[in-house]
């Protein structure tokens, strides 16, 4: 009985000990408040996230990130260096410096604390993400963004790109968890479909977290489909002027037209 008592106050000690750290982590706030209802918290260390759907709009929630991560904790950021995988193309200085006025960072500060490393093929991508933790621990960044992790296997999913997208994939899950870092990628819907992300199953199991995001017109609609302890929620936002919050980034500007689907 005695060793079951002892055994007991430990597990007592170390779920106190872990929800203690749980509430000294800081998660990220992002300027779209439809992707923060679904949420809840924002972006968390430790998980992978796939947002999907229109272009337009997951290029925006990336670039906002890039910026509002360098932001103090007290402003919904988390004071930190930013990788940013750009397999898009979609990294605009211009745009970031905008951004960043607008939140009133130091445009140089900003850029300087972003590493960008860009993949032209597949084969490329897949040393990037082999090299990344040795990257975060240079770089000391607690957020990874990638912009369009399947384009680079567009066409047919040959059994080779299949494998290392898989792994690709994997990989970046196990780096969220093991560094305790936030991943976010993007990635078109798949052709034909309003419902599944580019690549499938292939792409769909390693995230932690999935978020359809559908564009039409000044109507955005976020859908949570997969998150480890929230429940699969929608909710819409629509586009405006209106005055945000201090620690948001105004991005409604960069949203003007509609995209095809």
Not at 42 to 54: D, K, N, R, T, V
Not at 195 to 204: D, V
Request: hydrophobic fraction near 40%.
């Amino acid at each position: 009985m005695k060793r079951c008592e002892s055994s007991q106050k430990v597990s007592i000690v170390e779920a106190i000990h872990k929800h203690q750290e749980h509430l000294q982590k800081h998660n990220l706030l992002s300027d779209f408040t439809g992707l923060n209802q679904v949420m809840g918290k924002g972006f968390e260390a430790g998980l992978f996230y796939l947002i999907y759907g229109s272009s337009l709009v997951t290029n925006s929630i990336l670039l906002s990130m890039a910026v509002a991560a360098q932001l103090p904790t007290t402003k919904g950021g988390l004071d930190s260096s930013v990788v940013f995988i750009d397999n898009d193309n979609i990294f605009n200085p211009y745009t970031l410096i905008r951004l960043a006025l607008s939140v009133k960072l130091n445009s140089n500060s900003m850029l300087s604390r972003i590493f960008v490393a860009r993949a032209f093929i597949w084969n490329h991508l897949g040393e990037i993400v082999d090299n990344l933790e040795t990257l975060l621990k240079e770089t000391k960044a607690r957020i990874v963004l990638i912009s369009g992790l399947t384009t680079l296997f567009d066409g047919e999913f040959e059994k080779r790109k299949h494998q290392m997208l898989l792994k690709i994939a994997n990989k970046l899950r196990n780096i969220a968890i093991d560094n305790e870092t936030i991943v976010a990628a993007s990635t078109k819907l798949a052709r034909g479909s309003s419902y599944k992300p580019t690549g499938g199953k292939i792409i769909s199991h390693a995230p932690h977290v999935l978020i359809r995001v559908l564009q039409q017109g000044a109507r955005i609609t976020f859908n949570l489909m997969k998150h480890p302890s929230r429940p699969a929620f929608q909710t819409v936002q629509w586009l405006s002027r209106a005055k945000r919050a201090p620690h948001t980034v105004p991005l409604d500007q960069f949203l003007k037209k509609p995209l095809e689907h």
